[in-house]
């Protein structure tokens, strides 16, 4: 019984090609977050949904694009992916206020 | 917006106490949070303070001074599994509350 499911664990792709990382989430919470952990190992905000609903939209390419099509799940598209994109990516859940339980990240490695 | 201090790294004794400081300087504070990582796995859900003072948790304790923009998780009984980087996460007011990690502090115990 997995609280919060990343797929895939690994995304190894080449420059320009466009790819999806999924998320799901069964604890009923209600807002969930994508966040990006670079080589630093520093944790950046990304995106926030709350009951399907984008509140946090952080200064981010127009190249990545969430998707929340209902509360238990969010994905994340990256179209025409650069190197600088090579980074683990993490999402995570909550209830409003509380806090996160994150999913296991997602190794992108752009080459 | 926040800005948010830890150390990069810190070294400690297996059995030793070790405290790790965060301070934060935000526009609108409204709670504290610690989150542990062990390296290349997802961030865990340590602690949570929004008003002054010390919450204990078994071995791992966290306070916070709001007028001082100060916070610290203590480690007692020191264990070769609690090296892992510890993340000072501090959420703001208003409407969506975003929450806001700091670059965490690594900690290595040593026998």
């Known amino acids: 019984d997995t609280a919060v499911s990343q797929t895939p664990k690994y995304l190894v792709t080449q420059m320009g090609n466009d790819k999806s990382i999924k998320c799901e989430q069964n604890?009923?919470?209600?807002?969930m977050y994508w966040y990006k952990q670079d080589s630093k190992k520093f944790l950046k905000i990304m995106f926030s949904y709350n009951n399907k609903e984008l509140i946090i939209n952080e200064t981010v390419p127009n190249r990545f694009s969430p998707k929340s099509p209902d509360k238990a799940h969010l994905n994340l598209h990256i179209n025409s992916l650069e190197l600088g994109d090579s980074a683990v990516y993490f999402c995570a859940s909550s209830l409003t206020k509380y806090e996160q339980y994150f999913g296991p990240g997602t190794r992108l490695t752009v080459t | 917006g926040q800005n948010i201090d830890q150390p990069t790294e810190m070294t400690a004794t297996e059995g030793a106490i070790v405290q790790i400081n965060c301070t934060y300087q935000?526009?609108?504070?409204?709670?504290l949070f610690w989150y542990q990582q062990h390296a290349g796995e997802a961030p865990t859900f340590l602690s949570y303070n929004v008003l002054d003072g010390l919450e204990e948790k078994g071995r791992f304790s966290s306070f916070l001074s709001r007028s001082k923009g100060y916070s610290y998780l203590l480690l007692k009984e020191l264990q070769m599994k609690d090296s892992a980087s510890y993340l000072c996460?501090?959420?703001?007011?208003?409407?969506?509350?975003?929450?806001?990690f700091g670059t965490g502090t690594k900690l290595q115990v040593i026998p």
């Open positions: 996460a501090v959420r703001a007011t208003g409407g969506y509350q975003k929450v806001t």
């Open positions: 604890l009923g919470h209600d807002t």
């Open positions: 935000t526009s609108g504070f409204n709670g």
